[in-house]
Each structure stands twice: as C-alpha cells, then as structure tokens.
C-alpha cells in the first residue's frame, strides 16, 4: 500500500500561484511515476501533469503548459505542482495518483494508477 497526502491547496486569486505537495509513504517512492490529475465541479477526472520515476521525464495537459511544473524530490517522497498564472477554470479538486506500472514515461490515463490521495482543493477567484 502507498499513502499519498496532498497539501497546499486553497484560496488565490487569479494571476496568482500556489504549490501542491503530496507526499508519500508505505512503498518506495523511486517504483512509482507521480501524477496530477485533477476535477471540477460537474466535469471529470482530467490529467495535469506527471513526472516519470526517475524525474527525467514530464508531459503536462495542453491546459497548463508554461504555467505549471511538476517536480520531486525523492529523498523526501514528495512531488509538487507549481502552479503559476492561476485562472478561474484551473479551480478544482487536484488529486496526487501513483502509477507502478510505467517505467520511463508517464501515462494519462486515470485508469492505469495504482493509489490515489483524497485530493486538495483549489479555488481561484476571477
């Protein structure tokens, strides 16, 4: 089993930034591909962003290119989402996912995650 707990979210306005963490525990943390996904309210589940095992490799939705980046720090068994230039339609519930079956890459796929935080909210007011 592996705990994710998400942090950071809340309140911003728009133009703002805010930075997710999730962290780890339970399994080791270098097994997994980290991924964001997030959801608002009335629409699905949607990928952000995810970062490869290792670190080196990264894919972001066509949404939030330029404006977030996904990172981790395997010493800590943390991943983060920096999320910068905040719009209204960025206002969701973000989710932390852990993906064991992808090695290299990452998968955008909801389906394919292994454990799932409870989720952070954020609200970014116009």
């Known amino acids: 089993q592996v705990q994710l707990v998400e942090s950071g979210g809340g309140l911003v306005q728009a133009g703002g930034s805010l930075r997710l963490s999730c962290a780890a525990s339970?399994?080791?943390?270098?097994?997994?591909?980290m991924t964001w996904f997030r959801q608002a309210p009335g629409k699905e589940r949607e990928f952000v962003a995810g970062?490869?095992?290792?670190?080196?490799?990264?894919r972001y939705a066509d949404s939030v290119k330029g404006r977030f980046a996904i990172s981790r720090e395997n010493a800590k068994n943390t991943v983060y989402l920096q999320m910068n230039s905040l719009k209204p339609e960025d206002t969701a519930v973000y989710y932390c996912?852990?993906?064991?079956?992808?090695?290299?890459?990452?998968?955008?796929?909801?389906?394919?995650?292994?454990?799932w935080g409870k989720g952070t909210l954020v609200t970014v007011s116009s």
């Open positions: 996912a852990a993906d064991f079956r992808s090695i290299g890459y990452v998968s955008t796929d909801s389906y394919v995650m292994d454990y």
């Open positions: 339970g399994r080791t943390f270098t097994n997994y591909a």
């Open positions: 970062i490869s095992r290792s670190g080196a490799n990264t």
